[in-house]
């Protein structure tokens, strides 16, 4: 769920700030660079976020690279520019980067049919997945709904499964006329265009991207980020409080959301950017390939056909949301979030050449964008034209409360007063499947009913509610962290998972 707003909270608020046509200077960007410190360090104070790192790269170089807080709470250790995050869906823009990279070499085309390259893959629709191009979910306008293959992720099977599982969710609106934002598709993009290498995705993207420019901390395997002993911890934001509850293991959508990396390497990332692949004064990816990924694909108004004169939300490139400030000049950016713990964001206007990256180790709230947009106000204008951390909050708590909302939380509802009796329990017992979840089993142990959920057979024990409702206690990225409802339905027949319902509809039929 959380993706769904990050799409679009990326938020071209560069756009509306007052025109200054005067260009900018050293002295610019270093009036703005001690701006930036101060209300970091005030943003800090105010927020209470654990842990964050920012860098600035201005005219071809890093002018400012900076850690501020803690890795982990409750711990000594600084983070420093060093610190390695998890990213989230900043990783999409590096992801789109490496496939550029491919293009320029003559290795694969944008415009590549998904079918020819990975045979195997399916969308629901037969006629779209016979059409679908590379650059078609790259700029996720396949039609796949919004968080397809997400819960599978959560649910434990492996990227393989999920996008051979994407066959079962029905498209969400007209293929190359609707925008639906999907880290499984852009995965499914990113891995067609490396099958003809032979290669994995993690070794190519060290081949062609990371180990090309220094990126010496940067990773693709979760691994990697485990084994660092300078990373950052995430943090969950609950009841005002940040605590390191959870962690988040996200190869399977390693393309979409599974880099690690620290600010220093993002640094070199923005200056490869900036330069149209160059770096270090050698060509790492072709101009015109990677300008293509620069260019708006799509509108990201979703629900209907949008003519672009009248697009409202912006323009979606190739993994880079693209827009334009006051003045026409371009902006590229991202953000990137793990409701259990990490916020982050990368803004570029390539004609000032400067940029900005911001990570940080809690549930996001906005701050990242906040602190970049405020940044860019600094260099442009002297001053921050608007409170964007408080503009921001409102749009984030949505996001938030959407997720935790996402199905019933029986743990914020009063018990039954005469709740009705259960059947004997081994009534329920059985397995139940679903062809896009598998197969899921109850089963009774000591006069308990217990849950055991695809695809790891995951331990649950279930408590009784009323009648045929029980409830169980569930904690994922995207159907939050709750006290969910399993209903049997029609005499035992059938079983509904609700937190499962957001993806799919949620009922599993019994088989035995």
Aim: charge should be negative; proline fraction near 5%.
């Amino acid at each position: 769920m959380i993706a769904k707003i990050l799409s679009i909270a990326a938020l071209t608020l560069l756009v509306g700030a007052p025109a200054r046509s005067q260009a900018t200077s050293s002295s610019d960007i270093n009036t703005a660079l001690t701006q930036l410190d101060a209300y970091i360090r005030d943003s800090m104070q105010k927020t209470h976020v654990p842990g964050l790192a920012v860098a600035v790269v201005y005219q071809g170089h890093a002018v400012f690279l900076q850690g501020y807080g803690v890795r982990k709470q409750g711990a000594a250790a600084k983070v420093d520019p060093d610190t390695v995050f998890e990213i989230a869906s900043v990783s999409k823009p590096i992801a789109s980067t490496v496939v550029a990279s491919l293009v320029g070499e003559g290795q694969v085309g944008w415009d590549d049919r998904i079918q020819t390259l990975d045979p195997h893959f399916a969308l629901a629709d037969r006629a779209v997945t016979a059409q679908l191009t590379i650059r078609d979910l790259f700029a996720h306008r396949s039609g796949l709904p919004t968080g397809a293959g997400d819960v599978l992720e959560d649910l434990g099977y492996s990227r393989p499964e999920i996008l051979d599982r994407i066959r079962f969710v029905s498209l969400a609106g007209p293929f190359r006329q609707t925008y639906h934002y999907s880290n499984f598709g852009l995965t499914e993009a990113a891995i067609a265009a490396t099958l003809k290498t032979g290669k994995t995705w993690e070794d190519l993207s060290e081949q062609q991207l990371y180990s090309k420019i220094g990126m010496r901390s940067t990773s693709s395997r979760y691994t990697d980020y485990d084994n660092n002993p300078n990373k950052a911890a995430l943090h969950y934001l609950r009841d005002g409080v940040y605590k390191n509850w959870f962690v988040r293991e996200a190869d399977a959508e390693a393309p979409a959301g599974g880099v690690s990396t620290n600010v220093r390497d993002l640094a070199a990332f923005m200056e490869l950017q900036l330069a149209d692949g160059v770096f270090n004064g050698q060509r790492v990816v072709a101009k015109a390939a990677l300008d293509e990924t620069h260019q708006p694909q799509m509108c990201r108004d979703e629900v209907v056909p949008v003519p672009p004169a009248k697009c409202k939300q912006g323009y979606y490139g190739l993994g880079w949301n693209v827009g334009q400030t006051d003045e026409g000049e371009l902006t590229l950016s991202h953000s990137g979030a793990f409701d259990l713990g990490a916020g982050t964001a990368i803004y570029l206007i390539p004609s000032r050449q400067v940029g900005i990256v911001v990570l940080t180790n809690g549930t996001p709230i906005g701050l990242p964008e906040a602190i970049s947009l405020s940044f860019l106000d600094f260099f442009r204008y002297g001053q921050a034209k608007r409170d964007y951390l408080a503009l921001l909050k409102p749009i984030f708590d949505d996001m938030l409360k959407e997720t935790q909302d996402s199905s019933v939380d029986y743990s914020k509802l009063a018990l039954p007063t005469n709740p009705a009796p259960a059947r004997g329990l081994s009534a329920y017992a059985g397995t139940y499947v679903s062809a896009y979840y598998g197969p899921l089993r109850i089963e009774v142990e000591a006069n308990r009913l217990i849950l055991r959920l695809p695809p790891r057979d995951a331990y649950y024990e279930l408590s009784h509610w009323d009648a045929d409702t029980f409830t169980y206690y569930f904690a994922s990225e995207n159907t939050g962290v709750a006290r969910r409802g399993v209903k049997f339905l029609g005499g035992g027949k059938q079983v509904l998972v609700e937190n499962l319902a957001i993806a799919n509809d949620g009922v599993f039929t019994r088989v035995d």
